[in-house]
């Protein structure tokens, strides 16, 4: 995978901007409009998206990141996620004085927690449950928002709550260990999905 292409997909939704795939076409959702040069690059690379698309690919969930109101670093990539696992099981082994087993286990339940704030869930649908799809009904009594990063919510049933959280935990945990973080990974025979 190109790295100017997760540059370009970063760079949109670093403008608060969305790509999702219309049949062959690509179809670009922004606040404001995306700048030219930007514009050219995704064209410049449309099958190489539609591909990463299409595929439900880690890498493209993985370049995902927050804006710069949550704080988050902005130039982390697929590549820096050992970096930054690392880097907390080290700070927890000796400024925490933990043993390396429980530095580590610490570090990769940040981790996930980290991936999942700057990865916000996919096509998420304001009048829908995120996990069952039902329609949310009475807002508050039926459902209730639950913030993803990226200046989004989702719209969650009172007992599709802990269903959810657990399937994105399973995302978070198979994308970082595709990148090489390999504490607690699940075989390859495993659904994330449930």
Same mark, same amino acid.
């Given at each position: 995978m190109k790295q100017v292409v997760l540059a370009a997909i970063n760079r949109t939704r670093e403008l608060g901007g969305s790509i999702a795939l219309?049949? %062959? %076409?690509?179809?670009?959702s922004a606040p404001a409009p995306l700048p030219d040069?930007? +514009?050219s690059e995704l064209r410049a690379h449309k099958?190489? +998206?539609?591909?990463l698309l299409r595929d439900g690919s880690d890498k493209l969930h993985m370049c995902r990141v927050s804006p710069k109101s949550f704080g988050a670093p902005q130039n982390i990539d697929p590549t820096n996620w050992l970096e930054w696992y690392s880097e907390r099981a080290a700070i927890l082994e000796y400024d925490g004085e933990l043993d390396r087993f429980e530095a580590e286990r610490q570090a990769f339940e940040a981790t996930i927690i980290h991936w999942m704030n700057l990865t916000p869930p996919p096509n998420l649908n304001g009048d829908e449950c995120a996990q069952c !799809? %039902?329609?949310?009904?009475?807002? !508050?009594?039926d459902a209730?928002?639950?913030?993803? !990063?990226g200046r989004r919510h989702a719209w969650l049933h009172h007992g599709c709550h802990t269903a959810w959280m657990g399937r994105r935990r399973r995302e978070a945990i198979k994308a970082l260990c595709t990148? !090489?973080?390999?504490v607690d990974c699940p075989s390859t025979d495993e659904q994330v999905d449930p």
């Open positions: 219309d049949g %062959d %076409d690509l179809a670009l040069t930007l +514009i099958p190489e +998206i539609v591909s !799809g %039902d329609p949310i009904g009475r807002i !508050g009594n209730v928002p639950f913030l993803t !990063g990148v !090489g973080i390999i």
